[in-house]
């Protein structure tokens, strides 16, 4: 039970932090959502958690469909745009969610299918399997080119890159992957997909004071908030930049600067410290396992939350472009949290299976 606690002790720090964040708003109705939030996540992410593996398997087939099928509804009239992204689909006034968030579980769960399930004689997974994952991968990511939504982007191809390692294919295909991202930038950038303040972004962090009151704004603000709080902290509540909102979207994807202000390099390091012990875990689980199958889903999800946890750590930090990416389990947002918390489920539901499957060799 040590990655469920993980998984609870940072969405608790998370809820402090966004509270903090959100505190001198006229009403707490933010927190109240992420809280809510956190409770649905934590419910199911135990149940999945209870999951059989081979009765999971059976229903990814419906959970893709239903992902892309989500993906396809943001980019019709269902669909809103938010800070320039068409990511969001509103259920009822107050209530939308973000399909991609979702569409992460079921890419993971999806290509665990061709690359966990080894024909007999098989040692790895052969050009076939492979080329399925690659298909199968292309789908939700062709639709996230069109929102266009590049920090989900990246994810998607850390989650594709993961899983191909490790199920065992050969390296030479990662290279293959390599070179066909290469040709995706290049299309992408011919047809007019990648837009000028994209390029800005990669600017900023050539010359960040040169950019400092336009698009690099964010980024100043934030190592300012960052350095302020020293190696203590201001204490809970009581950053001055946390409270003046110099930060935009502080509660979203600039949420570790609140926690560098009030808690300090101490209360950072601490975050990523929990973050790093949970993926370390997520990597045992994964080794452990005895089914291929739950290898590479165990595999897909660490490699889901580790380069999530690492873009928005260094965007945070200057280190890297703005792509505005969620850092796991701490950042406002209801659909992030409930897929993280689901991930947590499914890592916890693979050693569940391979302790069952060790207590019966016993009987």
Known sequence: ???PGLAVALSGTGLLLVWSATRTQPDQSL???QAVAVGLGLVLMWLVSRLDLRVLRAYVPLVYAIAVGSLVGVLTPLGVRVNGQHSWIVLAPGVQFQPAEFAKLALVLALAMPLGELREGERRPGLGAVLTALVLAAIPMALIVLQPDPGTLIV???ILAGVILVSGARLRWLAVLAFGAAATVVAAWQAGLVRPHHVERLMVLVDPASYASGIG???AQA???IGSGGLAGKGLFNGEQTA?????EQHTDFIFTVAGEELGF?????IVVLLGVLLWRGVGIAARSGSPYGKVVAGGVVCWLAAQSFVNVGM????LPIIGVPLPLVSYGGSSTVACLVAVGLLEAVRRGRASAWARDLE
């Open 1 to 3: 039970m040590i990655v």
């Open 31 to 33: 927190l109240v959502r």
């Open 156 to 158: 998607f191809c850390a």
């Open 217 to 219: 704004y964010n980024a």
């Open 223 to 225: 190592r300012i908030a």
């Open 244 to 248: 003046g909102h110099f930060v935009p």
């Open 266 to 270: 101490a209360g950072g390091a601490a």
């Open 316 to 319: 945070t930090l200057g280190l």
